[in-house]
């Protein structure tokens, strides 16, 4: 005979005491470490303060008012001109070099990346020489080479600069031939359109392809649809284009290419190519070798299947570690103050050496920086994000 | 979850901001009281005169690069102009015109390292400009050297004058007033110019060398330096005549170092009173007993006051009383350290000239 | 009629010969055959051009002459033997820290070298660290006097000595006691050697390439624990900490270096009292371990992410406290994965230390070169080519075998690179 199973009475649940409540523990743990960073930032603040207040520096941002007190070359800026145009003026120009710089970087470290993995033996091991010299040499000593070796020791002075008819070339400037008496961007709409004609021309191409079977031949109509656009777009608005001319020691006509800007960009774009092709070689290689073979069993041409195969997936892979380029290229054109390119850093050190107050001065172009890389960021999520695998 | 990620980022951003912008009222109203009421004490509370004479050696400014005004050579000494007058200082405050330490600056520090305590005196041919006394925090001192902008230009480029400048390119040194009074004169004469800064002396240089600058713009003292630097020769390039801005070079202290800054003052003039005497270093010792009791004040010789009595005057700067002794025998007066350094380089007295010889020089007494 | 073949070799067993080779690698198609051709010439272009510049028409006489100043800049010559005495004590450092760690190895039967003969050893060292040893042969060269032979010489004696000792020591089981004695020894001689020099030398004479190795090293050294701290914060669930963490993260990421080292040029001294007047070294390496904090952050905290679930999950089960979880479980498994990414980070950080030369005025090695060319005797000949060169040479040098080191480490551990 067994005893009936006895239900016991509910043991009231004990109470742990506050000081072994983890969660509790965990907020006094947080709170703590939070006072300590914060009073160690008031602590540093208060000493700025102090020792700023004893030689009457001033720490808000009325400097940004002060007249500027030097000019910068290139642009409609004189030397009365506010402070804070100028720090415009150099975030524009701080953008301009990165966007140029990552359209060219990104093309020549693509064809770099492609070429290390090129069957020509040749192709292949001078992809590799380039890739491992310029990715382990310092991008200041890259720099100050295009700046003192190529831009001020192979660039001929004014006096005996290379004219190739509608190109100068001199250690200050580069003239180019360029619009005038029309609006840029009206040239650079007519353009856009041409792009957005051969988009259209390629979808109708392909329906026509799926329908009937014929060849597409996207190129060939695309190519003629843009070149039409182009074409006439332009001859419509009537541009005058003006050829660069040596007037004295000047250049005159065209636009000149400030040689400052010429060697940074050069620079920039040399060191980041090697980093991306780095990449792309990489994500190349991340793509199943099976589409590859695949490919090639479809009797696709080693161009097509790298274009229209391998490249699509491998750059879908390559979206973070490209990005993370960019943000870099953005962050190093700052380097272009040792060089006299009146870019945001620039801007800010002359504008320091002049009276304005450095923390504030500097703070502000962090606060730039930051947004600029924010900014990019935010777009290479979203290209990563619609480009991304869908997955199940 | 980056959207959480940037808000979080972006609130962080806005509250530094705001701190910054709300420190606005307070902070411009005591810089105010600061400048316009007698500073209360030094840096941090104490007579900066009385911390340098305890640490027993004098933090000065200097550069290491400008040919006949701060020169590193290969042994490690700086030569020159500014540094003779860092040399004077400590002389004057220490007994020992070695008791320095020359701090090289960048163009871009001089003004940031005086701020914050890393020099005491800043003497590097820097500019008196009422802004620099303003929002630099800075109190200039009697001028050393009064200089002016010029303009040096290849001596194959056929300027003869800076009308002849129109459409050229100018490089100067990045953060100096040489950079605004460029575009000034530009400005004024309805010339073109395009200014280039750079960072250092070093890739002017190389630029100008490489025909990429037409002139480089700098003091005018300092171009008479570079000039013989030049690697063809000094026939190679050519000073423009034209002075075109008023260049007063002169040492620097920290606002609310009244101590420091009137010990400084009275070194710079007891070198200048002392070449209006004809008082050298080689003739200092038999200047002690002169009939002049002027003279034996200004020295520190002992003379007989309206009493009798023979004492020395101390005239309450907080200097020993044989301060400009010291500086004479040691360092030398104005003119001997002129000669020594800016002489060689071909630079005329001009204006830097004592103001009975129709210069600007003049000290005022020591009584 | 009958036809006789004649006896071949099978296919597979006929070795391609040269022109095989050739027609396989350079002239596959009639475009190839053209890129094979012009590229081709290119090369031998350069090759001869590049060959020509280093030993018939380089002007090297400045790089000689200037040595000292390049790599040790105004140092004292009086303390040039504390100088040598640090470099051989770090040799013998090297030597013991390598040999523990071969040793380890041969113990937990992952070493490489077990499998080798004495032949394959030779070649694999050659291979991997000749580039070094053929870089300060040359500089070694370069002087003339026989103070850095002699320097040399005994640390790669010492070098050899500690290696020998820490291989006799790894491959013994020690103690409790005897383990915490021994990191206190290994973590103290580089803290000895280093106050021992400043004593000789502060650390605001510290110039030329010595400079660069040294705030590279110091920059990655003390933000290592800040960035470890930094990412368990930002993975930790306490809101405080993550937030602060992430503000900390991104907002030194997006600031370019260069900013924060001008930044700091004119600013830190305001930040602390009067008194501290941090010199431009100092300022420096502050700012290098406060930028490459962020960067060790992140690269932790990927390491952290690849520790599988599983992990934590298992200690959690075990009853571990969450400090020992992570001290003893996640942390030692996610550092041993980033290996190669933290490399790649002093690797960036040694390049960048370049950047304080030009924003702080640090007589750094690019610094040097360029002043070395306005001396009074080389100035106006462009010899600034031949100065950058011998600069780009160095760091390359450095930079190529340090990330050739991490590559083999990574192949090693077997760990992923995307």
């Known amino acids: ?392 | 979850m980056k959207t959480k990620k940037l808000l979080v980022v972006l609130t962080a951003l806005m509250l530094v901001l705001a701190a910054c912008s709300s420190d606005d009222g307070s902070d411009t109203t005591e810089g105010g009281t600061d400048a316009t009421e007698a500073p209360s004490g030094g840096g941090d509370g104490g007579s900066l005169l009385a911390e340098v004479m305890d640490r027993g050696e004098l933090k000065c400014g200097t550069r290491d690069a400008l040919t006949g005004f701060a020169v590193l050579t290969a042994d490690g000494d700086h030569v020159g102009f500014d540094s003779d007058f860092c040399r004077a200082i400590a002389a004057a405050l220490l007994g020992d015109a070695e008791a320095v330490d020359h701090v090289d600056l960048e163009t871009s520090d001089r003004f940031t390292a005086l701020q914050s305590g890393q020099i005491d005196v800043l003497v590097r041919n820097t500019t008196w400009t009422a802004s620099r006394d303003g929002s630099e925090g800075a109190t200039f001192l009697a001028t050393t050297f009064y200089d002016g902008q010029g303009m040096m230009v290849s001596a194959d480029s056929g300027f003869a004058g800076i009308e002849d400048m129109d459409g050229v390119i100018v490089c100067v040194a990045k953060g100096t007033t040489t950079e605004g009074n460029a575009a000034a004169t530009a400005d004024r004469l309805g010339l073109e110019w395009e200014v280039r800064p750079f960072d250092d002396n070093d890739l002017i240089q190389e630029a100008f060398g490489a025909g990429q600058c037409d002139g480089w713009s700098a003091d005018f003292g300092a171009l008479v330096g570079i000039r013989g630097d030049q690697p063809d020769g000094p026939e190679s390039v050519l000073l423009l005549p034209e002075v075109f801005s008023k260049e007063p070079l002169g040492p620097a202290v920290l606002d609310g170092n009244d101590e420091l800054a009137q010990a400084v003052n009275w070194v710079v003039f007891a070198t200048i009173q002392a070449e209006e005497w004809g008082i050298t270093t080689a003739n200092v010792d038999d200047f002690l007993d002169s009939e002049d009791s002027n003279i034996r004040k200004f020295l520190g010789a002992t003379f007989t006051d309206g009493d009798g009595n023979e004492t020395t005057l101390d005239a309450g700067l907080g200097l020993p009383a044989d301060f400009a002794y010291q500086v004479i025998k040691q360092v030398g007066n104005y003119g001997e350290i002129f000669d020594r350094h800016l002489t060689p380089l071909g630079l005329e007295r001009g204006v830097n000239a004592l103001w009975f010889d129709g210069g600007l020089l003049y000290a005022p007494p020591y009584r | ?418």
């Open chain 3, 1 to 418: 009629m009958t036809v006789t073949a004649t006896p071949q070799s099978p296919a597979s067993e006929r070795k391609p010969g040269a022109g095989y080779w050739l027609k396989k690698n350079l002239f596959r198609t009639r475009l190839d055959s053209v890129i094979s051709v012009v590229f081709g010439a290119l090369s031998v272009y350069l090759l001869v051009r590049v060959f020509l510049f280093v030993f018939v028409n380089g002007r090297w006489e400045i790089i000689r002459v200037n040595l000292k100043l390049l790599l040790v800049g105004r140092w004292p010559s009086e303390e040039m033997t504390v100088l040598a005495v640090a470099i051989i004590v770090m040799g013998l450092w090297g030597g013991v820290i390598a040999g523990l760690i071969a040793g380890r190895q041969r113990l937990a039967g992952t070493s490489t070298a077990a499998g080798m003969n004495a032949a394959e050893r030779v070649s694999d060292l050659v291979r991997r660290f000749g580039l070094i040893f053929a870089t300060i042969l040359l500089l070694l060269l370069l002087t003339s006097t026989a103070g850095p032979w002699l320097t040399m010489l005994l640390a790669l004696v010492a070098a050899l000595v500690g290696y020998w000792l820490g291989r006799v020591a790894g491959l013994r089981k020690w103690g409790a006691l005897a383990n915490w004695v021994g990191v206190l020894l290994l973590a103290g001689i580089p803290i000895g050697v280093f106050l021992y020099t400043t004593a000789a030398t502060p650390l605001a004479e510290w110039e030329g390439f010595f400079f660069n190795l040294t705030s590279a090293a110091a920059g990655i050294i003390l933000s290592f624990p800040i960035g470890v701290v930094l990412a368990l914060s930002r993975r930790s669930k306490l809101p405080l900490l993550k937030s602060a963490s992430i503000a900390y993260i991104e907002v030194v990421r997006g600031s370019p270096l260069f900013v924060l080292l001008l930044l700091a040029n004119v600013s830190l001294e305001f930040f602390v009292p009067a008194a501290l007047a941090p010199s431009k070294v100092v300022r420096a390496i502050v700012t290098f371990t406060i930028f490459s904090a962020a960067y060790v952050a992140e690269i932790v905290r990927g390491g952290l992410q690849s520790v599988p679930n599983g992990q934590s999950e298992a200690a959690k089960a075990l009853g571990l406290s969450a400090y020992k979880q992570t001290s003893l479980i996640v942390l030692p498994q996610a550092l041993r994965n980033v290996i190669p990414a933290q490399i790649g980070q002093f690797i960036a950080l040694f390049k960048d230390t370049t950047l304080a030369g030009v924003a702080l005025g640090i007589l750094d090695l690019l610094n040097g070169a360029g002043a070395i060319t306005q001396q009074p005797d080389f100035r106006g000949q462009g010899l600034i080519i031949e100065a950058l060169v011998f600069v780009a040479f160095l760091f390359w040098v450095g930079s190529f075998t340090m990330s050739r080191e991490s590559q083999r480490l990574e192949r090693k551990l077997g760990v992923g690179t995307r």
């Open chain 1, 1 to 392: 005979m067994t005893a009936p199973p006895t239900t016991k009475a509910p043991v009231p649940e004990a109470r742990t005491p506050f000081y072994r409540n983890v969660k509790v523990l965990a907020w006094a743990f947080q709170v703590t470490v939070f006072f300590v960073v914060l009073a160690f930032l008031l602590w540093l603040w208060s000493n700025y303060l102090t020792n700023t207040a004893n030689s009457g520096i001033p720490t808000n941002f009325d400097f940004l008012s002060n007249p500027a007190s030097f000019a910068i070359p290139g642009a409609e800026f004189d030397s009365n001109e506010s402070v804070r145009n100028a720090y415009v003026i150099g975030l524009m120009n701080t953008i301009r070099i990165s966007i140029v710089g990552i359209i060219l970087a990104t093309i020549l470290g693509t064809l770099i990346g492609i070429g290390r993995l090129s069957k020509n033996w040749i192709v292949r091991k001078l992809s590799t020489v380039y890739v491992e010299a310029i990715r382990n040499t310092p991008l200041l000593v890259i720099m100050t080479f295009t700046f003192l070796g190529v831009v001020l020791q192979v660039m001929p002075t004014i006096e005996e600069a290379w004219n190739l008819g509608f190109i100068i070339v001199s250690n200050r400037g580069i003239g180019v031939p360029w619009y005038s008496e029309v609006s840029g961007a009206a040239l650079f709409a007519v353009v856009a359109l041409a792009f957005v004609g051969w988009w259209a021309v390629a979808k109708w191409r392909h329906g026509v392809s799926e329908r009937t079977g014929e060849l597409a031949r996207v190129g060939l109509y695309g190519g003629l649809t843009f070149l039409l656009i182009w074409i006439v777009g332009w001859w419509l608005i009537g541009p005058t284009f003006t050829l660069p001319m040596i007037d004295g020691r000047q250049l005159e006509g065209g636009i000149r290419i400030d040689p400052s800007y010429f060697s940074v960009l050069i620079a920039l774009v040399i060191y980041t190519a090697s980093q991306i092709a780095e990449i792309v070689r990489g994500s190349i290689q991340a793509v199943p070798v099976g589409q590859g073979e695949a490919a090639s069993a479809l009797a696709l041409s080693g161009f097509q299947r790298m274009s229209l195969i391998v490249l699509p997936q491998a750059m879908r892979i390559a979206i973070p570690p490209l990005g993370n380029q960019y943000l870099n290229l953005i962050k190093n054109s700052s380097l272009g103050a040792a060089f006299a390119y009146f870019e945001l850093t620039n801007v800010t050190q002359i504008t320091v050496g002049n009276g304005s107050p450095a923390v504030p001065a500097f703070f502000l172009a962090l606060v730039f920086y930051v947004a600029l890389s924010f900014i990019t960021s935010a777009f290479v999520n979203l290209a990563n994000r619609r480009f991304k695998l869908v997955e199940r």
